[in-house]
């Protein structure tokens, strides 16, 4: 009996792909009960989702359904972001660690800004081959240091200006609080993984196509 690669039974929605875009649909139709587009218009976002999704080296039904989601939940052109296009293009970590990376609770404000009216770009559904978050050459890979300062920074942006510099001790927090978060995201199941990301872009303002 021929054996099926485990690596396969991630993608075996894939293997029937109409049908895999009418499960999201599903899904769309559900968290988005008001939506007046019909399901053909629907379908045909779905199907951009996907491949915009691949292009980021996102591969398995879970995760190219999740990015579908997020995409309707916040703006179809959401990777363009600076700080997610920089995190999906930092290439010292898998794919997974880089997509739920983005789900962090430091990552709020930045969801927050894709959120605002004047981000949104609608061209993002009819054309996935438009700009993407380009890889960062080995030169331009963000350090330690430069994660721990983001981090920071970020946390800093929920209070009142003025921020002032990080101090060591807070830079040094930021760095052991990056790699406990690197440590728990490779112990996450991948049934865990899906959840939370579900759950995540439950969570984000949400938007008409």
């Given at each position: ?102 789900f962090e609770e430091d ?103």
């Amino acid at each position: 009996m021929p054996q099926i690669p485990a690596s396969q039974f991630d993608r075996l929605l894939q293997q029937d792909m109409p049908a895999f875009v009418d499960k999201t649909l599903a899904v769309v139709r559900e968290s988005h009960p008001t939506y007046r587009q019909t399901d053909d218009m629907l379908r045909g976002s779905i199907r951009g989702g996907f491949k915009r999704a691949l292009l980021h080296g996102l591969t398995t039904d879970e995760q190219l359904m999740a990015y579908v989601l997020v995409m309707f939940a916040s703006a179809p052109n959401f990777d363009q972001h600076p700080l997610v296009a920089r995190v999906l293009g930092d290439q010292r970590f898998s794919i997974e660690e880089r997509w739920e990376r983005l789900f962090e609770e430091d990552f709020d404000d930045v969801w927050g800004e894709i959120a605002e009216p004047d981000f949104y770009d609608g061209e993002y559904w009819n054309d996935p081959t438009l700009p993407k978050a380009k890889p960062l050459g080995p030169d331009e890979q963000p350090t330690a240091d430069d994660w721990a300062e983001l981090v920071v920074g970020l946390k800093q942006s929920r209070g009142p200006a003025p921020y002032p510099p990080a101090t060591r001790q807070e830079l040094d927090q930021a760095r052991q609080d990056l790699v406990d978060a690197i440590k728990k995201r490779r112990e996450t199941t991948p049934q865990e993984w899906e959840a939370k990301a579900r759950e995540a872009a439950k969570g984000l303002s949400q938007k008409r196509p």
